[in-house]
């Protein structure tokens, strides 16, 4: 099994509305791609509460091999899904390890 966990920051030009906003449709999106994506494991959004921290939003997910997680970065729902952060996010962190 592997683990694959995303760690988003979004531009502090952003007002809280539009921070809201774009993290609900992100986390919606995302944990609605079990049903499209066969793939995923588990898969869960998470949004950071703290504004003292420097990431706002930690994908978790799981996969059964790193070539399923190779996959899923390029499934069309998947992309369509990434794309609500595309002019929103100012930094990515992403690491993969095994279970």
Do not use: Q
Request: proline share 3%.
């Amino acid at each position: 099994m592997v683990k694959h966990i995303v760690l988003f920051r979004l531009k502090k030009s952003l007002t809280t509305e539009e921070k809201t906003d774009v993290m609900l449709r992100f986390k919606a999106a995302i944990e609605a791609l079990p049903e499209k994506i066969r793939s995923i494991r588990s898969i869960h959004v998470g949004l950071n509460m703290n504004p003292e921290e420097e990431w706002d939003i930690c994908l978790d997910s799981t996969f059964d091999t790193l070539e399923e997680v190779k996959a899923y970065a390029v499934h069309p729902d998947h992309i369509a899904a990434a794309s609500i952060l595309k002019e929103a996010k100012d930094g990515r962190a992403c690491t993969d390890y095994e279970l």
